[in-house]
């Protein structure tokens, strides 16, 4: 307990934390779009650059509170996923991960290019929004509405188009319709996490969101296990954590983590808890620990 | 079968909690045992990319900061202390940057130097203005640095001081009448430059006949080259960085045409020479420090010379001597305080006026701007950087 | 103008080609994204740029050893990183990719620094000039020796044992091993090759282009990618045609005034082709199979 | 065939199956199958779909790893030789759909089949089985992918005697294929056979398979249910019972 | 609720009146070869309807185009009168058509009660509103997906295994349950592609009685099988496609002594 509060109370480890909370929520989301409906998405990073972007703006020019900005950032990011969805998810696999690779490229550009965002020089000056406590609440809500959404009936339409498009059709699930739905919803996300990241840092450029981050995220997801709320959960912390942890082994850091993403692959092709869903974990560690609970109770 | 499914998760737990109790390890022991370290030693962070894509920046910047911090030292300390370096390597990953400036906040420095890139000292700042500490860079040039707040310093000189200045060599000098202008898009430093610069060429009657815009990391500027080839020009002014720069130049031999470029500190740095080979012959580069070695006196001469010894004779660049400054800067400061408290010596700092240092004179305006004098505009002879002449700054 | 605008994309896309080819072959085969490739076209960069500068040889051998240096490297890369990913989902192996890119990246950066090298001037600095279009020496070379290489591969794709069984493999798989071939030889001989072209690219490149740098192959390898995309990914002159056809587009953007939109031009052409012809300007139609 | 086996000349089939099982993720296609078939003769291994017959076929060949059971090819043990080396062995295979490799010109297609042999008979072959299919002639260098049904099945067989096997495997030759072209097919089969391939068939046309081959092995989920000489199987009646369901 | 909304209960009375489904001079072709060639069928409300022929002959692409997978290059199709053709697979659906695959398409690694909820799906509405806030009407809506799920699981005999995940099944059980997620959907008409592949005699006698069971709920069946006497036994009805073309229909006796149908079986002997 009091090696929680020193976490709390040591602003490196609340930073590195906060971080790691604001990542966690853009995975989550891209944990939807590939985990649970099975279509690639290459350009996650530039939804929370959108995000990014849209809630320091109106922060900085509007002045709205940084709730309702959150949550534009977040729908403007939706709005936008649903308008690269449309036409692009009728392509399948590796097409539409080149496509949203492209797609996420070409926004970068457009941020560079763009006057209101501070073309290359970013924005500056956002003020200090994102807290810690705002950042966990949010991973909460995240991952409780992610866990509603998947073990509901739309869920299940989403899980089935990724089990078998053709099988869901048949059973009357319009697979179009939930394909775009999934993937704006894993957008506003992504959003969300980009409005929390501008309003930490106080300070955003394009470059921040290339496809770099986006393949970042992705890491995430697939070395935690794709279909996995607890694998998203620990696959991030355990990557974001990594550069932070192998410091020690200071400029090889970068060789270790590269060789480590290929090992976790290599040796668990489906994620460190691929298939593994939040009621699994509920349900085991009820088992595990009832025995000793009534034990402890006779005592 | 259960079992072993979950044998992966369960030492990846254990690896998880292991590392992070090493780190608490190392924070307690920053932290608790520090409180009494501190008593002994003053600490300086230094922030920078020691790997990644500015590494070259970092690694000078940091060997500039070493030097000033054995020199002190080795002249009996601060206010009676050792200063004491902390290393903070964020591999030019501005994501990092935020938790490796955190980290040397909680380890306690009295100062920041760094981070000698614009974008990343932009990052770090709001975090040590909130956590009053002093944070000195040591190369940022670009704006919207100092105005994050009173506890933000820099000690580079301006391209806002350095440009106009260039420029008016450029019109009455060397008698420019039309140039090229080439902007590095999605460069900050290269965006705000280019501004700079348009302003001053107006000043001076400097017609631009033609804009280009590269990107960085770009290698083939055929096109440009070939849209720059219609028109007359008496030279090239390029903003960016000296990769691009040396390959533009190359292009431009390539595609026969001969006039020279002239540039900000950017183009600085032996790699211009080394890319560019004889086609950045005659380019010439505004900076804030040069090693002129028949010229140069007093620090400045001991400075190249200590460098020179430490690193098998390679001469110092910008970037070493601006690290340099920014210790002996904070560390004047500290002394005229005679307190390491940040907030106390923050004070003297901004009151900095005519101080000075191995890059030359150095005052801080009313809003803690670097007002450096003088500047230095090299050319490239031979294949090496020499001093083409030193313009004042009054 | 337009015309010595074609030609400075004409060379520019026979870069993007070579390095697709490898992208294109490795997909055609094993329908993996390899962005792992990127990384060998660096590393052929690097050992061109080591063998002219401080072994002093001429520029071919450079370019051979450079070859020597990645072909095995890519086999090595498939056999490690790959192949025992070839039956897990699709999005194993591109992690695993990924992961290789990254470490090859530090690897080199630890070795050779992180700043851009240049390529010492093995080829003097000649202009020819052919009515309104003009061609440097090194712009022939790279033309000719591309030129040469790719039909060097369409001969061992087309004429070679080899090359059948790698068209046979590419097709049918499971058939190929039926026939008696080797289906690991054959995906390793592809990467091979695909990694002897890359080499071969980075060193044209680094002389071209003269900045050598360690993460030099993560956007060109993208834009190759592209290419190979654009053409129809898993076919050799789809990659070609590709790698042509975003050259020429890039330079053009650039000279009628779209220079800040470069990236951009690479990804919105990929796009709206992709929309419109789903599998690329060349690639098979896929049927929706019941 | 006799072979020397422990000092003694015994009998050994050319192949030899014994408790072959074969389970795709939990399912079981094969439950413990067993046949035998001598050198020089055709045998048929027939059944509805989803009997186990490809499942079959493709454990000969090595696309699929068997869970129990031997499979013996002239007296050596092959469970685990990879593909590649079973064509070298002297097995190959028609396999179901034809499957020709329709980028390929139909000469390139005969020429994978001789993918394995290092000899240079090659050219002698080709000109053989132009000789038995002239029409694979005529179309030698078109694209397989512009060859009808029929000429593709042609090919499919030709590609599979490239490697001049000892034992051709061949999985439903007359799927999707005029009546007409069927018979064709067949009586190309008998020929194969008469100058000395051995053929283990897999078909769903009962009659066409009974009247080729000398044996028959009903399989019916999984497991061999009936085998015999075709001439006692031979009467309508048992086949028109499992096929057409008539009591 | 309509999840556990039973169709109108239509039987013998029905059988002057409109066919259920019916196919007009429907063709189809794959690159050039034609798959079907004016085809076409008429099906009662409430009969067993089977569709048999060699392999390749092309009734599973009848299927496919019945349920919308396929779009047929002439022809209509029509259901309770509506034309089908060319419709989405999910609006046919809704309109009460549902199928199963020959090589079975289940979603492997979801489990059996999942499998039969998702067969639901078109009887039920819940967004992802409703999956956020689980109102009650959410709630009462997942307790009815339940139970006709769990209704339609006992009727193929899988109530005891639905928490096993469907890869796991065995397969003949494997074919029970995309049988039970077709009737989830509380179809009119249920398309079955070879329920009884790889079955063994004892499964098979098991699908006969699922297949009466679903009769007698009033869905109309259309069965294409390989299995003669598994067909024959229990058929209303029998068409027998060859080479993409009809060439014989009738009871079941009456097409297994059609001399036509016994040559496209057996073929004819070599000469």
Same mark, same amino acid.
């Given at each position: ?106 926004? /970068? ?10 073309? %290359? ?14 950042? *966990? ?163 | ?73 080795? %002249? ?319 | ?29 094993? =329908? ?106 090194? =712009? ?26 790698? /068209? ?123 | ?125 080709? /000109? ?120 | ?40 069928? =008429? ?29 047929? %290059? ?26 199963? *695959?020959?090589?079975? /398409? ?132 029998? %068409? ?32």
């Amino acid at each position: 307990m009091e090696f929680l509060l020193d976490i709390i109370n040591n602003p490196y480890y609340e930073q590195v934390l906060t971080m790691m909370g604001i990542y966690l929520i853009a995975a989550l989301g891209l944990n939807l779009i590939t985990g649970y409906t099975g279509q690639f998405s290459f350009g996650h990073a530039a939804f929370m650059s959108i995000g990014a972007y849209s809630s320091a703006l109106m922060t900085l020019k509007m002045h709205t509170p940084f709730l309702v900005n959150l949550l534009a950032g977040g729908l403007i990011a939706a709005f936008c996923g649903i308008l690269l969805a449309f036409p692009s998810m009728r392509l399948t696999g590796d097409y539409l991960g080149i496509t949203t690779l492209g797609f996420g490229e070409i926004v /970068r550009v457009l941020f560079i290019n763009m006057e209101i965002t501070g073309g %290359a020089i970013g924005l500056a000056g956002i003020p200090k929004e994102t807290d810690f406590v705002t950042v *966990f609440v949010l991973v909460i809500l995240s991952v409780w509405g992610l866990y509603r959404i998947v073990n509901s009936r739309f869920g299940r339409a989403l899980a089935a188009i990724r089990e078998d498009e053709i099988a869901a059709e048949t059973m009357g699930v319009n697979a179009l319709m939930y394909k775009v739905e999934s993937f704006s919803i894993g957008c506003f996300l992504a959003g969300i996490s980009g409005g929390l990241y501008a309003h930490s840092l106080q300070y955003i450029n394009p470059s921040d969101f290339g496809f770099a981050k986006s393949f970042e995220l992705l890491n995430f997801v697939v070395i935690g296990g794709l279909g996995s709320i607890p694998g998203t959960v620990l696959g991030t912390a355990v990557l974001s954590l990594a550069p932070e942890f192998l410091r020690f082994v200071k400029e090889y850091r970068m060789l270790i983590y590269g060789a480590l993403m290929v090992a976790m692959m290599v040796f668990r092709p489906n994620g460190i808890l691929g298939g593994v869903n939040l009621g699994d974990l509920f349900r085991r560690l009820k088992r595990r620990t009832k025995p000793p609970a009534a034990a402890s109770g006779g005592a | 079968m259960k079992f072993k499914k979950s044998i992966p998760m369960i030492i990846l737990t254990v690896l998880i909690s292991a590392a992070m109790v090493l780190a608490g390890c190392g924070g307690q022991k920053d932290g608790g045992k520090d409180a009494a370290k501190t008593a002994e030693t003053i600490k300086i962070g230094f922030l920078g990319g020691k790997t990644g894509n500015h590494a070259h920046y970092g690694i000078e910047t940091l060997k500039g900061i070493q030097m000033a911090v054995e020199d002190i030292n080795k %002249a009996g300390g601060l206010l009676g202390k050792k200063v004491e370096i902390v290393e903070g390597d964020h591999g030019s990953n501005s994501s990092e940057a935020a938790a490796v400036t955190q980290k040397l906040i909680t380890q306690k420095v009295a100062a920041v130097i760094g981070d000698p890139t614009t974008g990343i000292t932009k990052l770090a700042a709001p975090i040590c203005q909130s956590n009053k500490v002093v944070l000195m860079s040591a190369g940022a040039v670009g704006s919207g640095v100092v105005e994050i707040g009173n506890f933000i310093f820099r000690d580079t000189l301006l391209d806002a001081v350095a440009a106009p200045a260039v420029t008016r060599y450029l019109a009455e000098d060397l008698k420019w009448k039309k140039v090229a202008l080439v902007t590095t898009t999605g460069l900050a430093y290269s965006e705000s430059l280019t501004k700079i610069f348009k302003d001053a060429l107006a000043k001076y009657n400097i017609e631009i006949v033609t804009e280009a815009s590269i990107m960085e990391k770009d290698t083939n500027f055929s096109a440009q080259v070939t849209n720059l080839s219609k028109k007359q020009f008496d030279g090239v002014v390029f903003t960016g960085y000296y990769t691009e720069g040396a390959l533009f130049m190359k292009e431009m031999r390539k595609q026969g045409l001969k006039q020279v470029m002239v540039g900000g500190d950017g183009l600085l740095g032996n790699e211009l020479m080394g890319l560019g080979e004889k086609a950045v012959e005659g380019s010439m580069v505004y900076t804030g420090f040069a090693v002129d070695l028949n010229n140069a006196t007093g620090i400045t001469k001991e400075f190249i010379e200590k460098y020179k010894a430490k690193n098998n004779g390679a001469l110092p660049d910008m970037f070493a001597a601006q690290g340099y400054d920014a210790v002996m800067l904070v560390a004047d400061a500290i002394k005229a305080a005679n307190s390491a408290d940040p907030s106390v010596f923050r004070e003297k700092l901004a009151q900095t006026k005519d101080w000075k240092g191995v890059t030359g004179t150095i005052s801080m305006d009313a809003n803690r701007e670097p007002v450096k004098s003088p500047v230095y505009l090299l050319e490239v002879k031979d294949g090496k950087f020499a001093v083409k002449t030193v313009i004042p700054i009054k | 103008m337009y015309l010595q605008q074609l030609v400075n994309g004409l060379t520019l896309g026979s870069t993007y080609a070579l390095i697709a080819l490898g992208y294109t072959m490795v997909y055609g085969i094993i =329908q993996l994204i390899n962005f792992a490739h990127g990384e060998v076209y660096m590393i052929g960069a690097f050992v061109g740029l080591i063998m002219v500068a401080v072994y002093k040889v001429n520029f071919f051998l450079a370019m051979l050893a450079a070859m020597a240096v990645c072909v095995p490297l890519a086999v090595l890369i498939e056999r490690v990183a790959y192949r025992p990913l070839r039956r897990s989902t699709r999005l194993a192996p591109l992690i695993s990719a990924i992961g290789v890119s990254i470490f090859l990246q530090t690897l080199v950066t630890l070795m050779e620094g992180p700043n851009p090298k240049g390529f010492p001037q093995v080829i003097e600095d000649t202009v020819y000039v052919f009515g309104p279009v003009q061609f440097s020496k090194v =712009q022939v070379i790279i033309l000719v020796l591309a030129a040469l290489l790719m039909l060097l591969l369409q001969y061992t794709v087309k004429y070679t044992r080899m090359g059948k069984a790698m /068209r046979a493999t590419s097709e049918d798989y499971e058939t190929a091993s039926l026939m008696g071939i080797n289906v690991n030889r054959v995906i390793s001989f592809t990467f091979a090759l695909g990694a002897a072209l890359a080499a071969a690219g980075g060193v044209l490149v680094g002389m071209y282009f003269n900045s050598i740098y360690p993460l030099m192959g993560v956007t060109v390898g993208l834009k190759s990618f592209c290419a190979a995309v654009l053409g129809g990914i898993g076919s050799i002159p789809g990659a070609v045609l590709g790698g042509m056809f975003l050259g020429v587009a890039e330079v053009f953007g650039v000279a009628v005034g779209f220079d800040t939109y470069r990236d951009a031009i690479a990804f919105g052409l990929l796009i709206l082709v992709l929309l419109f012809k789903p599998t690329g300007l060349l690639g098979m139609p896929i049927q929706r199979k019941v | 065939m006799k072979r020397i086996s422990a000092g003694r000349w015994v009998e050994i089939a050319l192949l030899e199956v014994d408790g072959l099982n074969v389970s795709y993720g939990g399912i079981k296609a094969l439950r413990g199958i067993s046949f035998k078939v001598e050198e020089g003769e055709i045998v048929a291994l027939i059944g509805a779909n989803g009997a186990g017959k490809s499942t079959t076929l493709r454990t000969l060949s090595g696309l699929v790893r068997a869970h129990g059971g031997t499979v013996k090819f002239n007296g050596v043990v092959m469970n685990k030789v990879p593909p590649f080396r079973v064509v070298e062995m002297g097995i190959s295979q028609v396999p179901e759909g034809r499957r020709v490799f329709t980028r390929l010109t139909v000469m390139e297609n005969l020429e994978m089949g001789a993918y394995t042999r290092k000899d240079g008979g090659v050219k002698e072959t080709v /000109r053989e089985i132009f000789k038995r299919f002239p029409r694979l002639e005529e179309r030698k260098n078109q694209l397989a992918g512009t060859l009808s049904g029929g000429e593709q099945q042609m090919l499919a067989i030709g590609r599979a005697l490239m490697s001049r096997p000892r034992l051709l495997l061949m999985d439903e030759p007359s799927m999707g294929l005029a009546p007409m072209l069927v018979n064709e097919i067949f009586s190309i089969i008998k020929e194969i056979n008469r100058s000395g391939t051995t053929i283990l068939l897999v078909e769903q046309n009962a009659k066409m398979a009974l009247s080729v081959s000398r044996r028959l092995y009903v399989l019916e989920t999984g497991e061999i249910v009936a085998s015999g000489e075709a001439s006692d199987l031979a009467g309508d009646e048992l086949i028109r019972k499992a096929y057409l369901g008539m009591h | 609720m309509p999840v556990s909304g039973q169709p109108a209960k239509m039987t013998g009375e029905c059988r002057s009146m409109q066919p259920l489904l019916k196919l007009e001079q429907v063709s189809i072709n794959f690159g050039g070869l034609a798959a079907l060639e004016s085809v076409d069928i =008429q099906v009662e409300r409430g009969k067993i309807f089977s569709l048999i022929g060699p392999n390749g002959a092309g009734k599973s692409t009848v299927f496919n185009i019945i349920s919308g997978i396929y779009r047929p %290059a002439s022809g209509r199709v029509l259901f309770k009168n509506i034309d089908i053709t060319g419709r989405k697979p999910y609006l046919i659906t809704d309109l009460g058509i549902t199928r199963t *695959f020959q090589n079975i /398409r289940l979603f492997k690694n979801l489990t059996v009660l999942d499998n039969a909820r998702i067969g639901c799906h078109t009887r039920s509405r819940a967004g992802f509103i409703g999956a956020l806030g689980r109102f009650k009407k959410v709630r009462e809506e997942e307790g009815l997906i339940r139970g006709r799920a769990m209704e339609v699981l006992e009727v193929v005999g899988l109530t005891e295994k639905s928490n096993v995940l469907a890869k796991n099944l065995a397969y003949g059980d494997q074919r029970k349950l995309e049988i039970a997620r077709a009737l989830a959907s509380s179809p009119e008409l249920i398309l079955l592609d070879e329920p009884a592949a790889g079955m063994n005699v004892l499964e098979k006698q098991g699908l006969v009685d699922v297949i009466e069971k679903i009769r007698g709920m009033g869905i109309t069946v259309m069965l294409v099988e390989h299995d003669m006497k598994f067909v024959m036994s229990i058929s209303d009805y029998v %068409a027998v496609l060859n080479y993409g073309m009809l060439i014989a229909g009738g009871s079941p006796d009456q097409v297994q002594n059609n001399p036509a149908v016994i040559e496209a079986y057996l073929g004819r002997e070599v000469g």
